[in-house]
Antibody, heavy 122, light 111 residues
Framework: EVQLLESGGGLVQPGGSLRLSCAAS????????MSWVRQAPGKGLEWVST????????NNADSVKGRFTLSRDNSKNTLSLQMNSLRAEDTAIYYC???????????????WGQGTKVTVSS | QSALTQPPSASGSPGQSVTISCTGT?????????VSWYRQHPGKAPILLIY???KRPSGVPDRFSGSKSGNTASLTVSGLQADDDADYYC???????????FGTGTKVTVL
């Protein structure tokens, strides 16, 4: 069964850092681009970042550029999102999502994890 | 990149059909056939219903169909069932810098 399991969420103060992880199973992880999508409380979905199959290229939403870094370890089937300089507006549920193909663009998010909650507050 | 525009709500009785619109621009929906639709129940993760405008992943019933005309995509849910009571989101590939944009979301109520 294809599965994505996020971890690492929690409460952090403004300006702080947090590292989210996503453990993938049930598919050939190294063959697909991977992404993070977030959802603020009571709000809609927002694309955050996408990483290439090798991990050599990432694309980020303007709202997180320069603060969030996406990486992957294909030997461990894991995806990581390092979040620095966190702001109150980063408060959201963060979903790990598998892209349908290996392409970073022209793609869709076909499998989603259950999400991990991040709260940025003093 | 601005969010795609969806109606806040839609409703229908069991067995009826409901259609949800998703309006973007010539830089996203209008320029690419990479529109997707997702359904999300409260407290749950989204699930993919439609990709590339009108394709259904395996396991998604043919009650769900998608189309596009110009800058507007649409999702039609036929034969409404109680389980269709949920939030629906569209998304589109938006080209430059390989970004993706989501819709504002539509709450579908099965009466």
């Amino acid at each position: 069964e294809v599965q994505l399991l996020e971890s690492g969420g929690g409460l952090v103060q403004p300006g702080g850092s947090l590292r989210l992880s996503c453990a993938a199973s049930g598919f050939t992880f190294s063959s697909y681009a991977m992404s993070w999508v977030r959802q603020a409380p009571g709000k809609g979905l927002e694309w955050v970042s996408t990483i290439s199959v090798t991990g050599g290229t990432t694309n980020n939403a303007d709202s997180v550029k320069g603060r969030f870094t996406l990486s992957r370890d294909n030997s461990k089937n894991t995806l990581s999102l390092q979040m620095n300089s966190l702001r109150a507006e980063d408060t959201a549920i963060y979903y790990c999502a598998k892209c349908r193909t290996r392409s970073m663009g022209w793609n869709t998010f076909d499998i989603w994890g259950q999400g991990t909650k991040v709260t940025v507050s003093s | 990149q601005s969010a795609l525009t969806q109606p806040p709500s839609a409703s229908g009785s069991p067995g009826q059909s409901v259609t949800i619109s998703c309006t973007g621009t010539s830089s996203d929906v209008g320029d690419y056939n990479f529109v997707s639709w997702y359904r999300q129940h409260p407290g749950k993760a989204p699930i993919l219903l439609i990709y590339e405008v009108s394709k259904r992943p395996s396991g998604v019933p043919d009650r769900f169909s998608g189309s596009k005309s110009g800058n507007t995509a649409s999702l039609t849910v036929s034969g409404l069932q109680a389980d269709d009571d949920a939030d629906y989101y569209c998304s589109s590939y938006a080209g430059s810098n390989q970004v993706y944009v989501f819709g504002t979301g539509t709450k579908v109520t099965v009466l």
